[in-house]
Each structure stands twice: as C-alpha cells, then as structure tokens.
C-alpha cells in the first residue's frame, strides 16, 4: 500500500489472544489494505511488517492516524491457513472501557466493510 502511515499510540493499550483461522483470500484482503478516497472516510487499513513472520493490520482512523485496533496475523504456510493470532485495541474509548468482545465485534465489522473479508470460521 503506497499510504504513507505514521501511527499515534494509544493511551491505555490491551492485548489478548484471538486464534482465528482466515482464509487466503482474506489474509491478502487485510495484507492490502484500504486506503480512504474522500475526505469523508473515517477510517484507513494499513497492513506493515511485525516482528519475524507476522503482519501487523492496523485499524486507525484516517486524519489523525489514531489506531482503534491492531490485528497481528500469522500468514500461511506449509499448508496451514493464515491466523489472526492477537487483537490489541484502545481500552479507554472517551469514558467507556472496551472488552475483547466489543473490539472483535467492531474489528470484524469494520474490515468486513472496508475490505469485504468474510471472516468464515466465526460463521454468521
């Protein structure tokens, strides 16, 4: 992605496990990325190296580069699916404290939007 991306840290950051299995058609929809188009898109994904092996897909908003969510994956290989192995995200949203059930929810929602992944191994 040719976005030009500096991230803004987050003030009370948590991290926790996920697990999830992606197939390859998502895991090269979230390695792509979405960059805004108008001035009116409020969020941007961005995908960077992480550590050995991983990918970092960050969720943040698109003027202020805030990140809201960072999805750390796993890509695939030796005949085993990518993995979405960890999900890390604001816990202090203005007053309210977000769970792991609410980032996840919103994490899917927003890269199911953005992006069109399907997320096929959370079922509906």
């Not at 890509?75 to 960890?86: D, H, L, Q």
């Amino acid at each position: 992605m040719a976005l030009e991306f500096t991230p803004e840290p987050m003030d009370n950051p948590t991290t926790e496990a996920w697990g999830l299995q992606i197939s390859d058609d998502d895991f090269e929809k979230l390695k792509g990325g979405w960059e805004p188009e108008q001035m009116e898109d409020k969020w941007m994904i961005v995908s960077q190296p992480s550590g050995k092996d991983r990918i970092a897909v960050n969720i943040a908003r698109s003027w202020t580069h805030e990140i809201f969510f960072l999805l750390t994956i796993l890509p695939p290989k030796s005949g085993e699916g990518a993995k979405i192995e960890s999900i890390l995200w604001e816990t202090k949203n203005g007053h309210q404290r977000e769970s792991k059930e609410n980032a996840i929810k919103e994490a899917v929602m927003l890269c199911k939007g953005m992006l069109g992944v399907k997320f096929e191994s959370l079922g509906a």
